[in-house]
T-cell receptor, first 116, second 112 residues
Framework: DTGVSQDPRHKITKRGQNVTFRCDPI?????LYWYRQTLGQGPEFLTY????????KSRLLSDRFSAERPKGSFSTLEIQRTEQGDSAMYLC??????????????FGPGTRLLVL | AQSVTQPDIHITVSEGASLELRCNYS??????LFWYVQSPGQGLQLLLK??????LVQGIKGFEAEFKRSQSSFNLRKPSVHWSDAAEYFC??????????FGKGTMLLVSP
């Protein structure tokens, strides 16, 4: 079973450092999403790609955040100059857009980031 | 913009009892609706989804949900809860841009 995978699962960093997360979607899925989940909250949308094109970015995605999906396969999410407020679970999801735009997002296990 | 309200932060149910988790959404058009479950420290697992058609949808693990347009609700039900169902449950709506908007979740505790 090749579901969505994320790496690393956990990351502890010091404030001001840069971090990069990777997401490998389900093969043949053309859309890939990033969400952030803080304690006691539901996931919040950050950005998404259709193939290699980044189609939408949330206002939550400050200029310290950047995401890429080269060649429409895996994706990376980089946070520069991390702040304690960036501590959260970062979730990746992928989907295959179907009839009438219907799609189901399947989530990976997430990367838990702690900024000290 | 769409929104989701899950009125219950925590619910405790005895094992073997029935369960209903409430979800109300706000969206101008016909919504696509989802329920996901999350175990501690894990990602989200899809339980069920509604796109169109029959308003009563069946999912995995014995869960079902009913879409009621007049009440803007999509409540999740299970006739008999098992201890392994203890987790956090999220209702979500997909808007025009396909991104999901989630509620804040309901934590289900199962007592023996």
């Amino acid at each position: 079973d090749t579901g969505v995978s994320q790496d690393p699962r956990h990351k502890i960093t010091k404030r001001g450092q840069n971090v990069t997360f990777r997401c490998d979607p389900i093969s043949e899925h053309n859309r890939l999403y990033w969400y952030r989940q803080t304690l006691g909250q539901g996931p919040e949308f950050l950005t998404y790609f259709q193939n290699e094109a980044q189609l939408e970015k949330s206002r939550l995605l400050s200029d310290r955040f950047s995401a890429e999906r080269p060649k429409g396969s895996f994706s990376t999410l980089e946070i520069q100059r991390t702040e304690q407020g960036d501590s959260a679970m970062y979730l990746c999801a992928s989907s295959l857009v179907g009839y009438r735009g219907q799609e189901t997002q399947y989530f990976g296990p997430g990367t838990r980031l702690l900024v000290l | 913009a769409q929104s989701v309200t899950q009125p219950d932060i925590h619910i405790t149910v005895s094992e073997g009892a029935s369960l209903e988790l409430r979800c109300n959404y706000s969206y101008g058009a016909t919504p696509y609706l989802f329920w996901y479950v999350q175990s501690p420290g894990q990602g989200l697992q899809l339980l069920l989804k509604y796109f169109s058609g029959d308003t009563l949808v069946q999912g995995i693990k014995g869960f079902e949900a009913e879409f009621k347009r007049s009440q803007s609700s999509f409540n999740l039900r299970k006739p008999s809860v098992h201890w392994s169902d203890a987790a956090e449950y999220f209702c979500a709506v997909a808007g025009a841009m396909s991104t999901l908007t989630f509620g804040k979740g309901t934590m289900l505790l199962v007592s023996p």
